[in-house]
């Protein structure tokens, strides 16, 4: 199983970024974005399950950040807009046979995979 991110860079503060995240060797149940930031701990940030319907999101990004899956591509993307400074993180995907978009299993515990971390950078 791999797990490829990609999208991230350096924006200043109101920008939007997308990030994408491309499954390979199987299909999971659950995919999710985490972050972590220079010394804090890796936090979630959003999740979905098989059906776009099926989200959900940190306090702190709901309403600027969506979620959503491509199952043709077997590709997850993070649209960020709005982005502030304290958005500045390493994002990671992470794919899970739980049900990361329910609330109780929204967490780095319920992860099976993840991918290589791409660095997000918002100037003020």
């Known amino acids: 199983v791999q797990l490829q991110a990609s999208g991230g860079g350096l924006v200043q503060a109101g920008d939007s970024l997308r990030l994408s995240c491309a499954a390979s060797?199987?299909?999971?149940?659950?995919y999710g974005w985490f972050r972590q930031a220079p010394g804090k701990e890796r936090e979630f940030v959003a999740a979905?399950?098989?059906?776009?319907?099926?989200?959900y999101y940190t306090d702190s990004v709901n309403g600027r950040f969506t979620i959503s899956r491509d199952n043709a591509k077997n590709t997850v993307y993070l649209q960020m807009n709005s982005l502030k400074p304290e958005d500045t993180a390493v994002y990671y995907c992470?794919?899970?046979?739980?049900?990361?978009?329910?609330?109780?299993?929204?967490?780095?515990?319920?992860?099976?995979?993840w991918g290589q971390g791409t660095l997000v950078t918002v100037s003020s």
């Open positions: 060797g199987r299909t999971f149940s659950s």
């Open positions: 979905i399950g098989r059906g776009n319907a099926n989200t």
């Open positions: 992470a794919a899970s046979y739980a049900d990361l978009w329910l609330r109780p299993y929204a967490s780095v515990h319920n992860v099976n995979y």
